[in-house]
């Protein structure tokens, strides 16, 4: 009998990480990626421990060390004046799991290079998976070439990791469409400063956030800004005016114009919202963003991706070993069961601290009180659900 054979649609953070947690479990992959080139400029990620200790299971803790940075803590400023409203402090050498700060494209790079070191795991880019049909043995994923060309792969099944705007999720006759929910993200990144606290600083304002943290093993700063827009672009990200950015911080803190001077280059991200999908159906099933984007006011969004990875390669190589081929509907199923009320409270919580970040007077007073009252402490209690969370079933 010839060894399993899953496809993955994506090679995005969730796809890759899928595609690895698989194949260490002995499946075999075929990941398709539309996109035929990885680079991406200016966005770095948060890498909380509910995902960090994932990585580090896929054996990724040394080369996620040469370009992370440990945090060690987080300050929530005031927009205007910067005042501090809270500092939490960590200590990264008594973690078990840092909380990593890094370039998204770093830690695409180190799933990639993981990725193509593993013998079964095929990597076809610059063709989209299109369409699909399936039986009780399994499916046929129709493929599509920028250059007209088509082609068709068998798998057992088939993990829909493309993102947002998943083609896959359409093909499942889920076609509700993303929201815009009326915010865009400016990102870039800066050189580092010397004296910078290695952690997340996070700036409050009516309407508008700004959040910087180091990246690059602490050799730049990414900085985000979030302000409301009148209407989405289209497209994955943009280039931005930087114009627009500096009017928009121009009642900012001085430390944080300071910050956002030194940027040359900004890069736009409308922001979207969409209800969970699915997450199975058959011999197909959901993860990341695909299934269910998360607004990036909590920072779990590439988190996410990554525990549904975990969840399903398990329970996919459970129900193989126990069931053969015939157990890959039951082990999806039983992934999207497991998975639906975890992913149903982040995406409530970041909707939550988007609407908490951007308080207006007098409503932000209440919620500053509120902040303070809370302390770093009750901060740290209130996210225990969502960083200690590990797959232990
Ligand atoms: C401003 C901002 C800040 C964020 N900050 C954080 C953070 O700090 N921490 C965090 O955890 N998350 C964060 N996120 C969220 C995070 O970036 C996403 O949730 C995460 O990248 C989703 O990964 P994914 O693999 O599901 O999808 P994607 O990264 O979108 O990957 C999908 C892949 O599928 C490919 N694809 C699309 N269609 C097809 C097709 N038909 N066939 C084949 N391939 C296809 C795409 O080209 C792409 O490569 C942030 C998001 C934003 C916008």
């Not at 095929?122 to 060309?149: H, I, K, P, Y």
Request: hydrophobic letters at 45%; proline letters at 5%.
């Amino acid at each position: 009998m010839s060894a399993p054979h899953l496809v993955i649609a994506g090679a995005g953070i969730g796809g890759l990480a899928m595609a690895l947690s698989l194949a260490r479990r002995g499946i075999a992959v075929t990941v398709v990626e539309k996109r035929t080139s990885f680079g991406e400029l200016g966005a770095g990620l948060q890498i909380s421990a509910n995902s960090g200790r994932i990585l580090d299971a896929l054996d990724l803790t040394l080369p996620l060390k040469r370009v992370a940075v440990s945090s060690q803590g987080l300050v929530v400023r005031r927009w205007g004046n910067g005042s501090q409203l809270l500092e939490m402090r960590y200590e990264p050498e008594r973690m078990p799991t840092p909380f990593r700060l890094m370039k998204r494209n770093d830690l695409h790079t180190v799933l990639l290079d993981a990725v193509r070191a593993m013998p079964n795991i095929r990597l076809v880019v610059g063709r989209g998976v299109e369409d699909l049909s399936a039986d009780e043995n399994g499916v046929t994923v129709g493929l599509a070439g920028q250059s007209g060309s088509a082609e068709t792969i068998a798998g057992l099944g088939l993990i829909g990791a493309d993102g947002v705007r998943s083609r896959v999720r359409d093909l499942t006759g889920d076609a509700s469409p993303p929201v815009f929910t009326g915010y865009e993200a400016w990102r870039t990144t800066v050189p580092a400063r010397p004296g910078e606290k290695p952690g997340v600083t996070l700036h409050l304002g009516p309407g508008r956030h700004a959040v910087h943290y180091p990246v690059a093993a602490g050799r730049e700063i990414n900085l985000v800004v979030v302000r409301q827009a009148k209407e989405a672009r289209e497209g994955w990200s943009r280039e931005g005016d930087r114009a627009i950015v500096t009017e928009h911080l121009s009642g900012a803190s001085p430390a944080l114009r300071e910050l956002a001077g030194a940027a040359t280059d900004w890069q736009v991200w409308s922001l979207f919202d969409r209800k969970p999908a699915a997450m199975a159906k058959g011999r197909i099933a959901l993860i990341g963003d695909a299934a269910h984007p998360v607004l990036p006011f909590l920072a779990q969004g590439a988190s996410l991706a990554i525990e549904d990875a975990a969840v399903l390669a398990r329970l996919l190589a459970e129900k193989l070993g126990s069931e053969g081929a015939s157990g890959v509907p039951a082990a999806m199923a039983d992934y999207a069961k497991l998975r639906a009320a975890r992913v149903a409270r982040v995406q409530a919580e970041s909707r939550g601290n988007g609407r908490n970040y951007h308080m207006s007077w007098p409503l932000s007073l209440a919620r500053d009180l509120a902040l303070k009252r809370m302390g770093a402490e009750g901060l740290r209690r209130r996210y225990d659900w969502l960083y200690d969370w590990c797959d232990d079933n």
